[in-house]
């Protein structure tokens, strides 16, 4: 079993950059998928990016890519989501998610641990 918790969140300008990190407790963190989703006011929870377990694979929502970057490190037993040129679409509150597996996993329900989630407002 796996804790998360997500840090880094705050207010920024349109164009501008944050770095989430999502800190994972247990000895095991290197045998999970990590995730990023985010959720919008009165919409459903969206896929962000994802990562292997060592981190050699990675990948992105069309909507972030190019701007966004994922990023683990096993040793510190964190995950990050580097987000640069920001939009005020970007605007919710972001959940880190674990999974036990070798591959990515893109879909909610295929995550079985979530961190509470850190709020990100981008202002125009």
């Known amino acids: 079993q796996v804790q998360l918790v997500e840090s880094g969140g705050g207010l920024v300008q349109a164009g501008g950059s944050l770095r989430l990190s999502c800190a994972a407790s247990?000895?095991?963190?290197?045998?999970?998928?990590m995730g990023w989703f985010r959720q919008a006011p009165g919409k459903e929870r969206e896929f962000v990016a994802a990562i292997s377990w060592n981190g050699g694979r990675t990948y992105c929502a069309d909507s972030v890519k190019g701007r966004f970057t994922i990023s683990r490190d096993n040793a510190k037993n964190t995950v990050y989501l580097q987000m640069n040129t920001l939009k005020p679409e970007d605007t919710a509150v972001y959940y880190c998610a674990a999974e036990l597996g070798l591959r990515l996993f893109r879909l909610v329900d295929e995550y079985d641990y979530w961190g509470q989630g850190t709020q990100v407002t981008v202002s125009s």
């Open positions: 247990g000895r095991t963190f290197s045998s999970y998928a």
